[in-house]
């Protein structure tokens, strides 16, 4: 059990190690005591077994605050274990942004959450490492994306080692502002939700979920969308234009956003907001300034 535990530790410092570029500073879990104590009262309630003396906070160079959890699992359950585990997060990321909102208070959650899970499978037995935006799991929680939906998120992002070393590979996400980019596509969807150049979308938005093979059409036609409507606009905000990645992971958020009430969207968008403006940053002008021009422009 104590070589399984050292074992665990030693990957979980490879693990970060790796992270050279996007590395900065660790976090003292006490700073962020209230969010990590929500966690272990929510894995505890599933008896999921995790490690609490190797779970980490850190923060990148741009800003974004990594959330590092290990955990275990049995051979033909991992599946599970993994999602539930997100969802536990998640459920913690949304109440404590809840608590801040109504609070008026600073406090420290994760942009980005990686998860380590711990498989005996194999000679060497096996570690599965995946990384997903915080916002991916409170939509998971709030009942936005479904359990298939967040496993297909999952999967894009999977690792794996039945070795000490890791992959010296920096995944793309550590290398992005999260923060930033889920504030930009709350602010177009709740814009696009009075545009009626977006009608046809948001009216086949609202029938994804039950239409087979929908979803995808539309989260490309959105992303084509933001490239022919809206990429003068990120790119004046981002200070350089975004990466087909981009484009991408902010076009998905966008379609998730699209499907919800007005109201909803605000409280997304002034979450979104206020974290980015925790991490000492400015709110972009160049997103009023635009969306001012706009609507002017077409006198709504």
């Known amino acids: 059990m104590v070589a399984k535990v050292t074992f665990k530790i030693i990957l979980t410092y490879i693990f970060l190690t ?32 995790f490690d609490d003396r190797a779970l980490s906070l850190s923060e990148t160079d741009n800003g974004n605050t990594i959330f590092t959890l290990p955990i275990n699992s049995r051979r033909n359950n991992f599946e599970e274990v993994i999602i539930l585990s997100y969802g536990c997060i998640g ?6 942004l809840d608590r801040a909102v109504k609070d008026g208070k600073k406090i420290i ?8 899970c711990y498989i005996p499978m194999g000679r060497n037995n096996t570690y599965l490492v995946s990384s997903l935006n915080n916002k991916i799991l409170v939509q998971f929680v709030d009942g936005t994306i479904t359990a298939e939906q967040i496993w297909r998120e999952i999967n894009n992002t999977f690792e794996s080692s039945t070795h000490f070393p890791m992959t010296s590979r920096t ?10 980019e ?19 979308i948001l009216s086949l938005a609202t029938k994804a979920s039950w239409v087979p ?5 539309i989260e490309g036609m ?3 969308h933001l490239k022919e409507n809206h990429l003068v606009l990120m790119t004046d905000v981002m200070g350089t234009e975004p990466t087909e990645s981009q484009m991408v992971r902010i076009g998905k958020q966008f379609f998730f956003h699209v ?22 940053n400015t709110y972009p002008e160049a997103l009023d300034k635009y969306y001012i021009e706009y609507w002017l422009k077409h006198g709504l």
């Not at 959650?109 to 380590?116: F, K």
């Not at 995944?171 to 930033?180: A, G, K, L, R, S």
């Not at 093979?213 to 059409?217: A, D, F, K, R, S």
């Open 18 to 49: 790796n992270l050279l570029q996007a590395k900065e500073r660790v976090i003292p879990i006490n700073q962020a005591r209230s969010f990590v104590n929500d966690v272990v009262k929510n894995m505890n309630y599933f008896r999921i077994e």
């Open 91 to 96: 459920r913690a990321i949304k109440y404590q």
């Open 109 to 116: 959650v994760p942009s980005i959450v990686t998860i380590e």
């Open 171 to 180: 995944p793309e996400i550590f290398m992005t502002d999260v923060d930033f």
């Open 182 to 200: 889920n504030m930009i596509s709350a602010r177009i969807a709740l814009e696009g939700k009075n545009s009626p150049n977006l009608s046809t």
């Open 213 to 217: 093979g929908l979803e995808g059409q």
């Open 222 to 224: 959105l992303v084509e």
């Open 259 to 280: 499907q919800k009430p007005v109201d909803e969207i605000v409280v997304s968008h002034t979450k979104d907001s206020l974290r980015y403006v925790w991490k000492g």
